[in-house]
């Protein structure tokens, strides 16, 4: 799991009720008030503050490190998520990531070599 840290870019998961936050918004970690609230700023494209408002690890994922200045995987996002749903909410994604797989194997024109020399 990945622990947010200070100036990692964030995107929000709901729409927070108290905030002109939505769903799908990136901002950055600006301030840590205890392991699971921070207070996070959001920018528009000059870099100037549109919205501050604090929010719990529950209401986002983390989408870029600062300490490794790279992107987190698309593979460690989809983790985050999963990691936050009920355990059958959970099993229902992993039905679908079999589904998607099984239909990308099956419409794939490369056979994977299966059997090992």
Do not use: H
Request: with cysteine; hydrophobic share 45%.
């Amino acid at each position: 799991m990945i622990v947010p840290k200070l100036f990692d870019v964030i995107e929000v998961l709901s729409d927070p009720p108290d905030a002109d936050v939505r769903a799908g918004m990136c901002g950055t970690l600006v301030e840590q008030y205890t392991s699971d609230a921070f207070e996070v700023e959001f920018a528009d494209g000059d870099g100037k503050t549109m919205v501050l408002c604090a929010l719990t690890t529950r209401q986002f994922i983390v989408v870029w490190q600062a300490e490794t200045k790279q992107p987190v995987s698309l593979e460690n996002q989809t983790a985050q998520i999963v990691a936050r749903l009920p355990e059958k909410a959970g099993e229902e994604v992993l039905d679908f990531a079999r589904f998607i797989g099984a239909r990308q194997l099956a419409n794939s024109s490369v056979v994977p070599d299966l059997v090992s020399a």
